[in-house]
């Protein structure tokens, strides 16, 4: 039961989050809050690990999600719930691609989801400041040290001019660095 349970709730997921994986992230927070399947915090090191990893950062965040909650048959099904409304998508525009090429309601619809899109990615930014830098509330005092290593980190990659160059996958390490000698 909790195989089918883990595929419509990713599937559900794959459905409505439009914009890419990261927002999916509202939608990690609901299924958490509801099923009890993972906590924020599990959240937080499934961010950490899917950005790390390679692959799409919404399918990495299923898998992981669905192999926490039911091991490798629950990654298994999980990443197959996500995917399956995207593909099934895919699949009717490409059939009807010639109608749709210049359908002005289409285009319209399109149009309106980007700001959708934006702000679920907004929402989900901020959910993950939150259980960064308040360890998953606001009422909680401030965690100084993720604050600090923020702070340094956003220097470094925007206001010095020979660490901005640094390749994506050289802060990465840094990152993961950083939070092995921090203990963070």
């Known amino acids: 039961m909790i ?18 994986g990261m927002a999916t992230l509202p939608f990690l927070y609901d299924i958490s809050d509801r099923t009890g399947w993972f906590t924020h915090e599990h959240l937080a090191d499934m961010i950490a690990v899917s950005e790390s990893t390679p692959g799409p950062i919404g399918v990495n965040m299923a898998t992981y999600a669905g192999y ?24 009717l525009v490409a059939a009807f691609l010639s109608k749709f090429h210049e359908n002005k309601y289409v285009n319209g619809a399109f149009y309106g989801l980007r700001p ?4 679920m990615i907004t929402a989900a930014g901020l959910i993950l400041a939150r259980v960064v830098f308040f360890s998953g509330s606001f009422s909680n005092s401030v965690n100084i040290k993720a604050l600090i290593l923020a702070v340094i980190l956003l220097a470094l990659t925007n206001a010095i001019t020979f660490t901005k160059k640094l390749h994506p996958v050289i802060w990465i390490i840094f990152s993961a ?8």
């Open 3 to 20: 195989y089918i349970k883990l595929f419509w709730e990713f599937f559900q997921t794959g459905l409505f989050a439009v914009g890419g």
């Open 68 to 91: 926490i909650t039911a091991g490798i048959p629950g990654a298994v099904i999980a990443t197959i719930g996500l995917i399956t409304p995207s593909v099934i998508v895919i699949l």
């Open 116 to 119: 959708a899109s934006s702000a």
């Open 177 to 184: 660095i950083a939070g092995i000698i921090f203990s963070y």
